[in-house]
C-alpha cells in the first residue's frame, strides 16, 4: 500500500494542472494562480488523513480553491489603489480568430466580480450544475442563477453579442466557453 505522502503526490500530479486552469480563469493572472495552486494542494495535503476516496479529494480541493481565491480577491481590495487605467475591449469581436478571442473572453471575465465570476467559472469551465455551483459557493440556487445570468449578460455586452442572445430551444453549454452553445 502507497504511503500518504505517496498518495498525495499522485493526487497532485493528476489534480494540479485543472486547479491551475481554473485558478487562471478565476483571477485571470498565471503567477497568481500558480500562487492560488500551490496553496490549494498545500492545504489538501494538510487535511489528507481525513481524505477517504478520490472523489471527495476532487471536491475539497475545488472548495479550497474557491476559498483561497476569495479570501485572496479581499486581501488585494484592501491593499490595492484605484486608479484611472481601465482596459479598454473591442466594440466586436467576430472578425477576431479564436486565440484573440481567448483573450477577450479572459480579459472581459476579469472586470467581473469574484463571485461572478466564480459562478461563471465552475459553472461553465468546471461543467457544475447550479445545485453543485451553489453547494460550492454555500449559496442559493437562485443566487447562482441570477448571477450568472447577470454575468454572462455583462460578458456579452463587454464582447459585442446583442444582450439578448440566447440558446437555442435544446441547447447545452459546452465546457470551457460560456458563450457557446451546442445543440443536444
Not at 435544446?170 to 458563450?179: E, L, M, S
Amino acid at each position: 500500500m502507497a504511503s500518504r505522502e505517496e498518495q498525495f503526490t499522485s493526487f497532485a500530479e493528476s489534480a494540479g494542472p485543472r486547479l491551475l486552469e481554473t485558478g487562471f480563469l478565476l483571477s485571470g493572472d498565471w503567477h497568481t494562480a500558480e500562487d492560488l495552486t500551490q496553496t490549494t494542494l498545500a492545504k489538501v495535503f494538510a487535511a489528507w488523513y481525513r481524505i477517504r476516496n478520490l472523489d471527495s479529494a476532487q471536491a475539497y480541493a475545488k472548495r479550497t480553491l474557491l476559498n483561497t481565491y476569495f479570501v485572496e480577491c479581499r486581501r488585494k481590495r484592501r491593499r490595492e489603489v484605484l486608479s484611472g487605467d481601465v482596459r479598454e475591449l473591442p466594440e466586436r469581436v467576430a472578425e477576431q480568430q479564436p486565440a484573440e478571442l481567448r483573450l477577450d473572453l479572459t480579459e472581459a471575465l476579469a472586470t467581473l466580480p469574484p463571485k461572478a465570476r466564480a459562478v461563471l467559472v465552475l459553472r461553465y469551465w468546471e461543467d457544475m450544475s447550479i445545485e453543485q455551483v451553489a453547494a460550492h459557493l454555500g449559496c442559493s440556487v437562485g443566487n447562482v442563477k441570477s448571477q450568472s445570468a447577470r454575468a454572462l449578460d455583462k460578458l456579452r455586452r463587454l464582447l459585442g453579442e446583442p444582450a439578448d442572445a440566447s440558446p437555442p430551444a435544446g441547447a447545452t453549454h459546452t465546457r470551457g466557453n460560456p458563450g457557446e452553445v451546442r445543440s443536444g
